[in-house]
């Protein structure tokens, strides 16, 4: 039933756009997308190479690459982040896991290395634990760049042959400019 009444019909418009104005302004604070969960921020007691390596994501996938500008592939990346750090490792993931003390994978330490059964043999890539599940790589080509993945993914779990610890953690050595070879 509309009011029969000439200033209510020209009124009504009015009401109508103000109306849906205040429905529109309630509804877009519903409407904001949610906050993806990005990767964890280091664990308190982690080495500063976690978070060294966390800083290096987004860096473009290269095989045979070992440094920022050039682009990494896994075992440069790791290599490079534990070289910054005084610590020298092998150059491929298979000879750093021979090298390297194995511990118990259900308590891996931020700074510990992940190794996987990605080719068909075991340590065959290589990732360092940043804590809370989850670590940092340089996956592959088709991935594109060193990214934060998570150990209970279908795929890593599945694929997880061991975790290993370098030389990190109570002597300290983890500073710039301090040395340690684990070769």
């Not at 529109?24 to 990005?38: E, I, N, R, Y």
């Not at 080719?119 to 989850?134: A, E, L």
């Not at 061991?162 to 070879?181: D, I, L, Q, Y």
């Amino acid at each position: 039933m509309t009011d029969p009444r000439p200033e209510a019909r020209r009124r009504a418009p009015h009401h109508l756009a103000y109306g849906l104005a205040a429905l529109l302004v309630a509804l877009a604070g519903c409407s904001t997308a949610p906050k993806t969960a990005g990767p964890p921020p280091p664990e308190a007691d982690a080495p500063p190479l976690v978070g060294y390596a966390l800083s290096l994501r987004g860096t473009p996938y290269r095989y045979g690459g070992d440094s920022p500008r050039q682009g990494f592939d896994c075992s440069g990346f790791v290599r490079h982040v534990y070289r910054r750090y005084g610590i020298d490792l092998p150059r491929d993931s298979a000879s750093m896991a021979r090298v390297l003390p194995r511990v118990p994978a259900a308590s891996p330490r931020p700074g510990d290395l992940v190794f996987f059964n990605t080719g068909g043999r075991p340590d065959s890539h290589v990732g360092i634990y940043v804590g809370q599940g989850s670590f940092v790589h340089a996956p592959s080509r088709a991935t594109g760049s060193v990214r934060v993945s998570n150990l209970r993914h279908r795929y890593w779990h599945a694929r997880l042959s061991a975790v290993r610890r370098p030389p990190v953690g109570a002597s300290g050595c983890c500073r710039p400019g301090s040395s340690t070879t684990a070769e």
